[in-house]
């Protein structure tokens, strides 16, 4: 694991960081060459003015992946591109339940939570399908195939949870923040899942802030079993299913709402999709955006002004 963190931001994106280390007590400070430098939790965070940042100290990785990717950079690579090949073959699977989730660093589309519940005996079967994380996997083909295999193995043994742009926006309005949001997207999962196997004794989710965030979103009969969450919990068979059909909801949701724009809507949140926005709403305006994109971006800031 690297012990520093180096990226590039915008000077408005570096501001906007600026102002939330500020809230948040951090001590600011100035070196040569840089627009500010910030101190707190263990970390360093030096934002410089060529758009170099870099991040160091005992808390840069929970940092990079809850504060900085979900709040400032609205992209999540980091945890991508430390993530190894599953390890799981050799390791005996008990019986337990994964969530994971996909569309949440993309401007549009929709937001997909999916869980599933495995045995030994399917946990087994989806390692021997090559069932991983679906980051891994860069064929949207492949996603679909793997994930008609994993219902075909696990009947009843899945969910998912749809968040439609529409749907997104009001909650986050109403919610406000989006580790929030993913904790009420991540109970609803679990409590699907548990109706349809009450059994399941533990569930396992990919950590993304707060682990008490999830356990106050869970109803009565969720709050009674284990609940573990884990950095890189992809690696676990469950959560790479459940990544896989989430991306599967992903894609499909993607392909409706293109026809619903009618332009094919690309992925992330970078310089493509700006300029692809820009022309849609220059186009159709902003009505069109409700029903296809995530409107807390910053990208929608910057195209429409408001």
Same mark, same amino acid.
């Given at each position: 694991?690297?012990?520093?963190?180096v990226?590039?931001?915008?000077?408005?994106?570096?501001e906007? &960081?600026?102002e939330?280390?500020?809230?948040?007590g951090w001590e600011?400070?100035?070196?040569p060459y840089?627009?500010?430098?910030a101190?707190g939790d263990?970390v360093?965070v #030096?934002a410089?003015?060529?758009?170099k940042? #870099?991040v160091q100290?005992?808390?840069?990785e929970e940092f990079?992946?809850y504060t900085?990717?979900?709040q400032?950079?609205?992209?999540f690579?980091?945890?991508?591109?430390?993530?190894?090949?599953?390890e799981t073959?050799?390791?005996?699977?008990s019986?337990h339940?994964?969530?994971?989730?996909?569309?949440?660093?993309?401007?549009f589309?929709?937001?997909i939570?999916a869980?599933v519940t495995?045995t030994?005996e399917?946990g087994?079967?989806?390692q021997?399908?090559g069932?991983?994380d679906s980051k891994?996997?860069?064929?949207d083909?492949?996603?679909l195939?793997?994930?008609?295999?994993i219902k075909?193995?696990?009947?009843?043994a899945?969910?998912?949870?749809?968040?439609l742009?529409?749907t997104?926006?009001r909650?986050?309005?109403?919610?406000g923040?989006?580790n929030?949001l993913l904790?009420?997207?991540?109970?609803?999962v679990?409590?699907?899942l548990l109706e349809?196997?009450?059994?399941?004794?533990?569930?396992?989710?990919?950590?993304?802030?707060?682990e008490?965030?999830i356990r106050?979103?869970?109803?009565?009969?969720?709050r009674q079993?284990t609940?573990d969450?884990? #950095?890189?919990?992809?690696?676990d068979?469950?959560v790479?299913?459940?990544s896989?059909l989430?991306?599967?909801? $992903?894609i499909?949701?993607?392909k409706?709402?293109?026809?619903?724009?009618?332009?094919? &809507?690309?992925?992330?949140?970078?310089?493509?999709?700006?300029?692809l926005?820009?022309e849609?709403?220059?186009d159709?305006?902003?009505e069109?955006f409700r029903?296809?994109a995530?409107?807390? $971006?910053?990208?929608w800031?910057e195209?429409?002004?408001?």
């Amino acid at each position: 694991m690297a012990n520093n963190y180096v990226n590039t931001i915008t000077p408005a994106q570096a501001e906007e &960081l600026r102002e939330l280390l500020a809230g948040r007590g951090w001590e600011l400070s100035t070196v040569p060459y840089a627009r500010f430098k910030a101190a707190g939790d263990h970390v360093s965070v #030096v934002a410089y003015e060529s758009g170099k940042l #870099v991040v160091q100290g005992k808390g840069m990785e929970e940092f990079v992946l809850y504060t900085l990717e979900p709040q400032i950079l609205h992209s999540f690579e980091y945890r991508t591109a430390e993530i190894a090949a599953p390890e799981t073959a050799a390791v005996e699977i008990s019986p337990h339940g994964g969530i994971d989730e996909s569309g949440k660093g993309d401007f549009f589309g929709p937001l997909i939570i999916a869980g599933v519940t495995v045995t030994a005996e399917t946990g087994k079967k989806l390692q021997e399908l090559g069932v991983c994380d679906s980051k891994q996997i860069h064929s949207d083909a492949k996603i679909l195939k793997l994930a008609a295999g994993i219902k075909q193995i696990a009947p009843g043994a899945f969910t998912t949870v749809t968040l439609l742009p529409e749907t997104y926006n009001r909650l986050y309005a109403k919610i406000g923040n989006l580790n929030r949001l993913l904790a009420w997207g991540h109970a609803r999962v679990i409590e699907n899942l548990l109706e349809q196997q009450p059994g399941c004794p533990r569930m396992l989710s990919d950590k993304f802030g707060d682990e008490r965030l999830i356990r106050n979103a869970l109803m009565e009969r969720g709050r009674q079993i284990t609940l573990d969450q884990q #950095v890189r919990a992809e690696s676990d068979v469950a959560v790479a299913a459940a990544s896989i059909l989430a991306r599967e909801g $992903f894609i499909n949701g993607m392909k409706k709402l293109s026809a619903l724009a009618g332009v094919t &809507l690309p992925r992330g949140a970078g310089a493509n999709v700006k300029a692809l926005a820009m022309e849609l709403f220059r186009d159709k305006g902003a009505e069109i955006f409700r029903s296809c994109a995530k409107l807390h $971006f910053k990208t929608w800031h910057e195209i429409s002004g408001s």
